[in-house]
């Protein structure tokens, strides 16, 4: 790859982690397909995958079924999720200089809940992509005893 080639992907990279608004509209939540089927009939899944993303973006230890979607799922009961998943969307506009609102938020969560979750885990991927990301630190080493 030759140094212009590189300096237009750093520039790119840039525009998408420097980006102070979603790069994905909620409107655009019907591709993946697949995304969309998982967030509007099995939505803890998909909670689940994207805050696992937020932790860890290589997603070496992910498990579909986890303490996110575990708790997505118990207050989705009473239709609480919404309330969490407004919380979680705010941690994540923070973490990537988002615009936005916890009003905003809320609103979102509470009325498109699915199309926020298709927003969240694409935007949650765009940006821990590892040429967007950058150098990402690989698991320590152990040494066995």
């Not at 936005?100 to 949650?124: H, I, M, N, R, Y």
């Amino acid at each position: 790859m030759g140094d212009f080639e590189k300096q237009v992907r750093s520039g790119e990279a840039q525009q998408v982690t420097r980006n102070p608004d979603w790069n994905y509209s909620l409107c655009d939540c019907c591709s993946p397909g697949s995304l969309c089927l998982t967030s509007c009939f099995l939505p803890c899944l998909a909670f689940g995958k994207t805050q696992s993303r937020l932790q860890n973006p290589s997603l070496g230890d992910y498990s579909a079924i986890n303490g996110e979607c575990a708790i997505y799922t118990v207050l989705s009961f009473g239709y609480l999720h919404w309330i969490y998943q407004t919380i979680k969307r705010g941690e994540m506009r923070q973490k990537y200089g988002i615009r936005g609102s916890c009003c905003g938020d809320c609103c979102a969560t509470f009325w498109c809940g699915c199309c926020t979750l298709v927003q969240e885990e694409k935007e949650a991927e765009l940006r821990t992509r590892p040429e967007v990301a950058g150098y990402q630190m690989g698991p320590q080493m152990m040494y066995s005893r």
